[in-house]
């Protein structure tokens, strides 16, 4: 079974990170959507609310995923998680430079997994979390940037 882990902060999951979970399905028999705990870094939503989002995200899609969370590391989770590979999106060049040092310090770190970049498609190449939470700051509609489910969630967020 080859599994993949798919990394990030999913504060909030989006259209485009569904986007690169379907199609890294098609790849790997397994994903492992693995959320960063970043001491330095500030979360809307809790890590709770975070995996919960994910898997309401998933649900009904018929893809062996599993939602997970991690601390140091994305190489030492790796070899504990003994997966195959690291799935991750690129939506622009900038985020080619950025991916491409990663990469290259994780294979530094860990040679036996590969990381496979998957372009994202079109219709989400502009979509972040950052901006969504940013829109959704102020009441504008994100409901075809994001699940409803993580639209409502950002509603509540913002204007209790």
Do not use: C, W
């Not at 999951?13 to 492992?32: E, N, S, W």
């Not at 989770?77 to 060049?93: F, S, T, W």
């Not at 997994?113 to 700051?137: D, G, P, R």
């Amino acid at each position: 079974m080859k599994v993949a882990v798919y990394p990030g902060s999913f504060d909030p999951i989006t259209f485009g990170h569904l986007d690169i979970i379907q199609r890294g399905a098609k790849v790997f028999d397994k994903i492992i959507v693995a959320i960063l705990i970043n001491s330095s870094k500030q979360p809307l939503f809790t890590m709770e609310e975070r995996k919960q989002m994910i898997l309401e995200s998933v649900k009904g899609m018929g893809l062996d995923i599993e939602v997970d969370s991690f601390e140091g590391l994305l190489m030492d989770y790796v070899q504990k998680r003994e997966v195959h590979g690291v799935l991750r999106g690129l939506r622009a060049i900038s985020d080619f430079e950025y991916e491409l040092q990663i990469a290259s310090i994780n294979r530094k770190l860990y040679d036996k997994v590969e990381t496979l970049f998957l372009m994202s498609n079109n219709q989400h190449s502009f979509i972040s979390s950052q901006m969504v939470k940013e829109v959704a700051k102020y009441g504008a509609d994100v409901s075809e940037l994001v699940p409803v489910h993580v639209a409502q969630a950002l509603a509540v967020k913002y204007h209790k």
